[in-house]
């Protein structure tokens, strides 16, 4: 086992972008210095097949650790299904010789070396993130009111749980998953659900990383970033919509990658051809200058 790891959750059903997710790391160089790892809830022989042939295919070598669905019985995965609640998780599945594990959501791509984020200096906090740009106030007008309805100052900042990288040896020594969990099965409303109950766990505990490491789409809607790591949240993605703002390129990429593969018919999945309301606001989102500059001001201020 490395001394590091790159981690992503899922279902079956979510095999193919996951494993692209690790290849896109691999494509940058992570394999040399850290294991690439899926962690699926209820795989079948014939995924562990298929993931082995991927692997053959791209020469890279992306590890399967299958975990009985049986385990999550006791959690409420509300919308997200039990993929999301596996990162809840982590600790009961990986190894605690690790030093640093990076959870990174299936629906990411590495455009970027990420040897930065593992040499980079943690601060004495056992997790860092990147801010929401959906959860700052002057881009959101509701953010606020969930803030206060979840429990937090309604100035707090707020991260997207998609990319959380952990000092693996620090996190271990706190009871931040038992909090997760216990936080999480306190109520059965969450709008956010998992990553409600990961920010009120490590609220004032977690450091701030470059917006570049987690750009989302409503980031990349308002800013020209060059991503390290592209988030694509929401209901569209590369793979079931070319046609949204900027993810063509995208989609290529997903096309080639499964090219050759048993997970090839992914991509006819039903797509969503026309996104004009998606679009439009992305389009519009350009001229927000107000936001833009102030978005602009808040990565300045942030880490490398």
Known sequence: MKKFAIVTCVTPNWLPPAAIT????????????????????????????????????????????????????????GRLGVGAILRLKLNEFLPGDIERVLYIDSDVLCLQPLSELFSMNMDGFALAAVESTAMMPFINRTAEAHLKSIGMA??????????????????????????????????????????????????????????????????????????ALRHFNGRLKPWNCGTRFGYATYRMYYIESLKDTAWAEFLNMKQFRWPIKDNWRAFLRKFSFRKIAKLNQIIAKSAP
């Open 22 to 77: 690790l290849l896109s790391c691999a494509l940058h160089g992570a394999e040399e210095f850290a294991d690439l790892i899926i962690l699926c809830a209820g795989a079948r022989a014939v995924d562990e097949t298929n993931l082995q042939n991927f692997n053959s295919r791209h020469g890279i070598n992306i590890k399967l650790l299958n975990v009985n669905p049986g385990d999550l019985n006791e959690i409420d995965s």
């Open 154 to 227: 309604a100035t707090a900042p707020y991260f997207n749980s998609g990319v959380v990288l952990f000092d693996w040896t620090a996190i271990l020594k706190t009871d931040f998953f038992k909090d997760c969990l216990a936080i999480l099965k306190s109520r059965a409303d969450w709008r956010f659900h998992d990553q409600d109950v990961m920010n009120i766990s490590a609220a004032g505990k977690w450091r701030k990383l470059n917006q570049k490491w987690n750009v989302t789409k409503k980031t990349s809607d308002y800013l020209s970033l060059k991503p």
